[in-house]
């Protein structure tokens, strides 16, 4: 399956700090997508990068896709408390999620 | 992006019992999904919702459990039906494809919190 799978698990920052999750997933993809949850609540997508990009930004969002590895980073420059929360990776149309990584930004 | 509306936003509901909920987008998509979050754990896919045709379940998951319609293109509902307490979940549907365009990302409604006694 395209499962994503994101490492940490868990990481605890103080704002101002750059936070960098990583996604590594098994098969052939056409593209991958981060999202973020708060709290138990609904996802919200955060950036979508196709196979054929290495890079991508949004505001103080970077994600990286290197299909050779078959993995992708998510960094967060600048964190803030409101950063806080769990975010996962997912691939394939039907969307295939990893276990996500949960973000603590201390203020 | 697309707005999308859940209803309810949760629920408290007794064993044996079924819950309808509802997923509204506010304009046309080309799919839908329905999606399962456990306590404590990530997004498991329960089916994609067909407009004017049967889903499709992903393995796991049954029609007679968790039916679900889509009469047109801008929504669909699932039941959770003779609900156990291992229903107790996070119940979300999202979408992707706004405005019949071939887009590949995937829009989440809110999610509707369903706690079964």
């Known amino acids: 399956s395209q499962q994503g799978e994101e490492d940490p698990q868990a990481l605890s920052i103080q704002e101002g700090e750059n936070a960098t999750m990583n996604c590594s997933y098994k098969?052939?993809?056409?593209?991958l997508q981060w999202y973020r949850q708060n709290s138990g609540r609904g996802l919200v997508h955060l950036i979508l990068?196709?196979?054929?990009?290495r890079e991508k930004h949004s505001g103080r969002l970077r994600v990286t896709l290197d299909t050779s590895k078959k993995s992708s980073s998510l960094l967060i420059t600048a964190s803030r408390a409101a950063d806080t929360a769990s975010y996962f990776c997912?691939?394939?149309?039907?969307?295939?999620f990893g276990k996500g990584t949960k973000l603590t930004v201390n203020p | 992006s697309a707005v999308i509306s859940q209803k309810p936003s949760r629920d408290i509901c007794q064993r044996g019992t079924s819950l309808t909920i509802q997923c509204q987008v506010d304009?046309?998509?080309?799919?839908m999904f329905w999606y399962r979050q456990q306590p404590g754990q990530s997004l498991t896919l329960i089916a994609t919702?067909?407009?004017?045709?049967?889903?499709?379940?992903e393995s796991g998951f049954v029609i007679d459990k968790f039916p679900i319609s889509r009469p047109n293109l801008t929504f669909s509902t699932l039941t959770v039906s003779n609900m156990s307490p291992e229903d107790s979940s996070i119940y979300l549907c999202?979408?992707?494809?706004?405005?019949?365009?071939?887009?590949?990302?995937?829009?989440f409604g809110p999610g509707t919190r369903l706690t079964v006694l």
């Open positions: 098969t052939s993809i056409n593209n």
């Open positions: 990068i196709r196979s054929n990009e």
């Open positions: 997912a691939t394939g149309e039907k969307l295939v």
């Open positions: 999202s979408a992707m494809g706004l405005g019949g365009t071939s887009t590949d990302t995937q829009y």
């Open positions: 919702a067909n407009q004017g045709s049967e889903a499709t379940y």
């Open positions: 304009s046309q998509v080309t799919m």
